[in-house]
C-alpha cells in the first residue's frame, strides 16, 4: 500500500534562508508525486507534480522538488524564503495500485520570521 | 466561480443530528473524494467515487456515508454526529491519476 511520511510537523526558517521540506513514500510500482499549500482559512492548491517525467520539477512560487527513487525520496526546496510562504505544505502520492487515489502526508507548517 | 464549491462553509450542530455536507464541482472530472482534515493527522479520506456508480470507502468510512447525485454533484452524510466527527471536511474532484482540486472547506463542529 502507498504511504507519505513528512519529517517535522513544524519548520521554522528566516526570511531568505533556504526552505527544506521533506517528504519519504511508499509505493510498489512508479508513483505519481504531490506537493500541495494550504493557506490559512483556505483549500489545499496544487504546488507542483512529479509523473515520471523529468525529476527535478519546478512549481509555483519558486518551489521544486526532486524525485530520487533510490531513497523514495521527494523533498520540496525553495532557495529563499519568503514571508508569504508561511502556509502548511503537504506531500502526497498516488499510484495505480490504488486505482490513483491520492494518499497525503501529515503535513508540516512553515513558519518563516523577519 | 470557484471550480468546486462546498455548502455549507460552516455548521455548528449537536450529537445525534443528521448533516449533509453538499459538494459541486465544474471540472467535469469523474473522479470526486471526501477528506476530513485534523491538526496533526494531515487528510484523511473518507470516501470516493471514481465515477457516478462507483462508491468506495476511505481509510475512515465508519460513521460516514455519501452519495455521488450526478458526475458534478458528491453529498456526504453523518448520520448521528458525534462530537470526534468535528472537523474540516473538504470535497476535491480529479482526473485519472492526476491533481486534485479542492474545495474552500466545510468547518463541522459538533457539540
Known amino acids: 500500500a502507498q504511504s507519505v511520511t513528512q519529517l517535522g510537523s513544524h519548520v521554522s526558517v528566516s526570511e531568505g534562508a533556504l526552505v527544506l521540506l521533506r517528504c519519504n513514500y511508499s509505493?510498489?510500482?512508479?508513483?505519481?508525486l504531490f506537493w500541495y499549500v494550504q493557506y490559512p482559512n483556505q483549500g489545499l492548491q496544487l504546488l507542483l507534480k512529479?509523473?515520471?517525467?523529468?525529476?527535478l520539477v519546478k512549481g509555483i512560487n519558486g518551489f521544486e522538488a526532486e524525485f530520487k527513487k533510490s531513497e523514495t525520496s521527494f523533498h520540496l526546496t525553495k532557495p529563499s524564503a519568503h514571508m508569504s510562504d508561511a502556509a502548511e505544505y503537504f506531500c502526497?502520492?498516488?499510484?495505480?495500485?490504488?486505482?490513483?487515489?491520492?494518499?497525503f502526508g501529515a503535513g508540516t507548517r512553515l513558519f518563516v520570521k523577519a | 466561480d470557484a471550480d468546486v464549491t462546498q455548502t455549507p462553509r460552516n455548521r455548528i450542530t449537536k450529537t445525534g443530528k443528521r448533516i449533509m455536507l453538499e459538494c459541486s464541482q465544474t471540472?467535469?472530472?469523474?473522479?470526486m473524494y471526501w477528506y476530513r482534515q485534523d491538526p496533526g493527522l494531515g487528510l484523511r479520506l473518507i470516501y470516493y467515487?471514481?465515477?457516478?456508480?462507483?462508491?468506495n470507502k476511505g481509510e475512515i468510512s465508519d460513521g460516514y456515508s455519501v452519495s455521488r447525485q450526478a458526475q458534478a454533484k458528491f453529498s456526504l452524510s453523518l448520520e448521528s454526529a458525534i462530537p470526534n466527527q468535528t472537523a474540516l471536511y473538504f470535497c476535491?474532484?480529479?482526473?485519472?491519476?492526476?491533481?486534485?482540486?479542492f474545495g474552500p472547506g466545510t468547518r463541522l463542529t459538533v457539540l
Open positions: 512529479y509523473t515520471s517525467a523529468a525529476t
Open positions: 502526497a502520492v498516488s499510484d495505480r495500485t490504488g486505482g490513483f487515489k491520492t494518499i
Open positions: 471540472k467535469g472530472h469523474d473522479r
Open positions: 509505493s510498489s510500482v512508479p508513483p505519481y
Open positions: 476535491a474532484t480529479s482526473d485519472f491519476g492526476n491533481e486534485q482540486f
Open positions: 467515487s471514481f465515477d457516478v456508480k462507483d462508491i
